[in-house]
């Protein structure tokens, strides 16, 4: 879905318009055992990362919240390049991984304020904090090929923000967002609320949180990623820790039809979220069972080196390993190891024929250049 700009108010009441916003309510005991089981959960998962040591809880936070970037920029319709991510992320949490690729400014952008939600998510969030997240989104100053106010509230000279889908001329409006005129002190309220400490749960707060900016909108463009970002600061203090071991934007990546269903009909319902919330319960209990997937990759790539020690590899060798131990998207060919080593056709041959004879890399089916190769 996005986000534009039209001349047409649609007749349709939105929870912003209600008489009583933003007084959300929810039925505490309805969402008490799912909240509990998501909170043991929850424990379970820290607690099993606390005992893997420093050096891989480090390797599974840079590994969860490259999830985060790829996945919250996904849903926003942007494919950003993983290893690209993985550099910009390392660098920010002071890790060494080796041949760090120099990545792109609008990958910077999202990785800082990942970086800046989760590892300084102790510190209030402000307007100009928020300012400085969509500068960073937002680095040309343009969304695409249009031009979008950064670092500033939106101010609808162009008509209300609506969230639409569909083709030109057949487009279909899922939701209006309040005046511009309001959103000063829309953001004022949301702030003051965030900010302080209340007597809700942290996970509950996170849901709440999330739903509501994605509701006010602020932006021209950039709300969802802000909102996620926001989702995963709430969720780290909920941890009271800066370690991710677990991606909310990957899982609400995979569940976007139903994330944009229920987000519709509560934005067109009354202040009562409680399906919001037990939906946003749900997913993250779903995204802490994706954690094992991270847990399992960043395992294996410990045994793999450890299985290895004392084996002779070439700087080339190890970069492109690490890489296939990262997740390599598509095949790897003897092309695609030159370009990756810098070297020529003949250098990665040699490479390649050293790892394959050592049983560490195996053939796949097909010949000539476009064989390919995977980890035995």
Known sequence: ??????????????????????????????????????RHSQGRLIGQMEGLGFALRAEATLQTLTEDVI?????????????????SLAKHLGMDIGGLTTPDRNVEGISEVMIDATQKFEKPLTADRLFGWHSALFPTGRSGMSKIKVGKWRNDKEGPMQVISGPMGKTKVHYEAPEASRLKQEMKTFLEWFNQEDQNDPVIKAGLAHFWFVTIHPF?????????????????????????????????????????????????????????????LSCLGRAFEGAETILSAVLKKTRFWEAHKEEQFNDRQKKILNRLLDGFEGKLTSSKWATLGKCSQDTASRDIDDLVKRKILVKGLGGGRSTSYSLA
């Open 1 to 38: 879905m996005s986000a534009h700009y039209a001349d047409i108010k649609m007749p349709i009441k939105y929870i912003h318009e209600l008489k009583n916003w933003p007084d959300f309510y929810w039925d505490q005991k309805y969402l008490a055992n799912q909240l509990a089981r998501v």
């Open 71 to 87: 996945k919250s920029s996904e849903i926003e319709g942007e494919k950003l390049d993983r290893l690209q991510v993985r550099s």
């Open 220 to 280: 021209d463009d950039g709300n969802g990623r802000i909102a996620l970002a926001i989702a995963d600061m709430a969720l780290a203090h909920s941890e009271n820790s800066s370690q991710r071991f677990y991606s909310m934007s990957a899982q609400i990546c995979l569940e976007r039809k139903a994330y944009y269903d229920i987000l519709e009909e509560t934005q067109k319902g009354d202040l009562d979220i409680t399906n919001w919330l037990e939906w946003f």
